[in-house]
């Protein structure tokens, strides 16, 4: 069975540290990884060549590898360049994903795409609209991911995950995996019936600040007098 053939209707959870995070350090990334696994994600998604290559060496499930690097002509960020492509593959990753938007780029979708199946791996277009999906699938991709909507100016910019762009892509024929701002299982599920080979969930697993924001706010804002049926005692 092909790696996307096993991963259809599957969790697959993305195991990144954000800049400043006490998270960020190979092993704590591994560690991610492997708890990932034992709760039952099917692949992860791993950011950075050396991270790549440990979180390889430390679990069975198939890896989606991306570099992130930031340059200040370029908005494009993740894995760029035919170099970060060489450098992932040499890795281990499974899978390798880039950005695959409209904006102006150092190199183009079509030749990041042959770099990546020139090393016998899977291409992912991480993308943030419909026509972009079609781009990156005509260009070779083997399946976009809706990772980008809400990141460029031009697609929507929501709280919750792009569950219209699922559809439209679902409708176009092209073969998409869902990712960004999937907050509850829940969504998840949604995605998988919208259409998704499978679906990537970060941050709600595994940015423990984040989430724990999300409950000091809560917490923030409660009111302190007990009040049952609109009766305070
Ligand atoms: C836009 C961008 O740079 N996304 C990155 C891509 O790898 C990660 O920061 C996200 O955590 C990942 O896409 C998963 O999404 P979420 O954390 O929302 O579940």
Known sequence: MSILEALRGTLAVSCQAADGSPLQPTDHIVALAKAAVLGGAKAVRIEGVANVSAVRNAVSVPVIGITKIEHPDSEIYITPTLEDVRQLCEAGADIVAFDATARPRPCSVAALVEAVHQAG????????????????????????????SGYTPYSPQTEAPDFKLMEDLFRAGIPFVAEGRIWEPTDARRAIEYGAAFVV????????DVITRRFADAVAGARTTPEFNGESR
């Open 121 to 148: 791996r899977i291409a992912m277009a991480d993308i943030s609209t419909l026509d972009e999906g079609r781009a990156a699938v005509a260009a070779g991709a083997d399946f976009a991911g809706t990772t980008l």
């Open 201 to 208: 969930v970060g941050s709600a697993i595994t940015r423990p």
